[in-house]
């Protein structure tokens, strides 16, 4: 099965999209590719499908360093609000488990917005439940629970 949680190999599912032969046809299907390049860390993948103007608020070094990190378990996708293949902008709720770099285990709980722009989806922004994805034990020098690639005091832990 594919790291997304579709019942078919990573390499008819994900793979694809992240090796560029092909692209997502739904908000859903590129949020659950940008998943599976976590767990791939494929963080050029990661930026690529992030919306053009929000790419500078994202370091290519932390990404890495965070999705290196964790130990990915899996993805629940919760809800799906538009984003169809027809569709400009779409929503896709998800929960993420993964085991951090200390053992602890953790749920990174997200909302998510997409958009499409010129036949391509793109990851607008997140809402992150805090008391899902980061645990009591995070520190402020951990790489944050939600994914940002930042350091938690600069992120979540404001």
Request: with cysteine; hydrophobic share 30%; net charge neutral.
């Amino acid at each position: 099965m594919c790291y997304c949680g579709e019942a078919k190999p990573f390499s008819d599912c994900c793979e694809p999209l992240i090796m560029g032969e092909k692209t997502a046809q739904t908000a859903e299907h590129l949020m659950r590719s940008r998943y599976s390049a976590y767990v791939v860390v494929d963080v050029k993948y990661l930026i690529a499908t992030t919306y053009p103007t929000q790419q500078k608020n994202f370091d290519e070094a932390d990404i890495r360093a965070w999705a290196v990190a964790n130990q990915w378990q899996k993805l629940e996708v919760i809800a799906t609000q538009k984003g169809k293949f027809n569709e400009e902008d779409g929503e896709v709720e998800f929960k993420a488990s993964y085991i951090d770099n200390i053992g602890t285990p953790q749920i990174h709980h997200e909302k998510s917005t997409f958009v499409k722009e010129n036949g391509q989806w793109y990851y607008l922004s997140g809402i992150i439940d805090s008391i899902s994805a980061v645990s009591q034990t995070q520190k402020r020098n951990d790489f944050c629970a939600c994914g940002s690639g930042k350091k938690y005091k600069k992120c979540c832990g404001k």
